[in-house]
């Protein structure tokens, strides 16, 4: 069973290690430790402008398996996050429909152009592209989705 729930002061250190183990599991030549910092103040200055991190914990133990980052006013989701020992199991789904039920009308986003699992869940998803970019931390390419209440 699970629950969501908003992020506490105390999950930090559970969402990072959560945060780099997924990273990890995707790039793993790209060093995510590095960046811990940069997340808690990226996500600290998301939530500081509307943004709400919603966590999905595991029963009994409450266990963060994974969150997400999302503003409800513009619908910019900026972070969505499973644990890799969960990928596969529907909490990415979870965690998405817990989006849209904060943002009913529009969800847009940035996705590696490499992170093909992940085009592939959001097109599975109804997302569509409506753009390219770049990942202002690493230069590399970005797509731009979209998902519309239809």
Same mark, same amino acid.
Not at 124 to 130: E, I, K, L, P, S
């Given at each position: 069973?699970?629950? %969501?729930?908003?992020?506490? #002061?105390? &999950?930090?250190? +559970? *969402?990072?290690? *959560?945060?780099?183990?997924?990273?990890?599991?995707? !790039?793993?030549?790209?060093? !995510? @430790?590095?960046?811990?910092?940069?997340? =808690?103040?990226?996500?600290?200055? *998301?939530?500081? @402008?509307?943004?709400? =991190?919603?966590?999905?914990?595991?029963?009994?133990? /409450? #266990?963060?398996?994974?969150?997400?980052?999302? @503003?409800?006013?513009?619908?910019?989701?900026?972070? %969505?996050?499973?644990?890799? $020992?969960?990928?596969? $199991?529907?909490?990415?789904?979870?965690? *998405?429909? %817990?989006?849209? /039920? @904060?943002?009913?009308?529009?969800?847009?986003?940035?996705?590696?152009?490499?992170?093909?699992?992940? %085009?592939? !869940?959001? #097109?599975?998803? &109804? !997302?569509? +592209?409506?753009?390219?970019?770049?990942? =202002?931390?690493?230069?590399?390419?970005?797509?731009?989705? #979209?998902?519309?209440?239809?």
């Amino acid at each position: 069973m699970t629950t %969501i729930r908003r992020r506490e #002061e105390t &999950d930090w250190p +559970q *969402l990072l290690d *959560l945060w780099v183990a997924s990273w990890l599991a995707t !790039f793993p030549r790209i060093d !995510f @430790n590095a960046r811990r910092s940069w997340l =808690t103040q990226h996500i600290a200055e *998301l939530e500081k @402008n509307g943004a709400i =991190t919603l966590c999905l914990t595991r029963e009994p133990d /409450k #266990e963060i398996a994974g969150f997400v980052v999302i @503003n409800p006013t513009t619908g910019r989701l900026d972070q %969505i996050c499973v644990g890799p $020992q969960y990928f596969g $199991q529907g909490y990415g789904e979870d965690l *998405l429909n %817990i989006a849209k /039920k @904060n943002s009913p009308q529009l969800i847009l986003l940035d996705v590696n152009a490499d992170n093909y699992r992940a %085009i592939r !869940f959001y #097109e599975r998803n &109804d !997302f569509v +592209q409506v753009g390219e970019g770049a990942n =202002t931390l690493s230069g590399r390419p970005t797509i731009m989705l #979209e998902w519309r209440h239809s």
